[in-house]
């Protein structure tokens, strides 16, 4: 069932308790597909929300800076975009939904 959902899903979330599995599922998963898709991996605790997400400075010109998430997605859009049909994977490891909010 997930990978039938990695074929056909432009999202797909893992989620579980820490120690459960979920990092050993998604790099078997990754080991096992063909072609082996780009992988960007983020880890929990490691960024600022502005880091993550992006944000405008309150000096200079104020325009929008792309954090390292919106950077990943900008980039595997604009590729898909351009007819590179490489499979990217984005990777949120190590985040707890009750303790990052986005």
């Not at 039938?4 to 599922?25: I, M």
């Amino acid at each position: 069932l997930l990978l039938q959902a990695l074929e056909h899903s432009q999202l797909v979330a893992v989620t579980g308790p820490p120690g459960c599995g979920k990092t050993s599922l998604w790099r078997t998963i990754a080991e096992c597909t063909t072609p082996l898709p780009q992988i960007t991996v983020l880890y929990g605790g490691v960024h600022s929300r502005g880091e993550l997400m992006g944000y405008a400075p309150p000096t200079g010109d104020g325009a929008w800076q792309d954090g390292v998430l919106a950077h990943a997605v900008r980039s595997a859009v604009v590729a898909a975009a351009g007819g590179d049909a490489t499979r990217r994977w984005i990777v949120l490891d190590g985040w707890h939904a009750d303790a990052h909010v986005l």
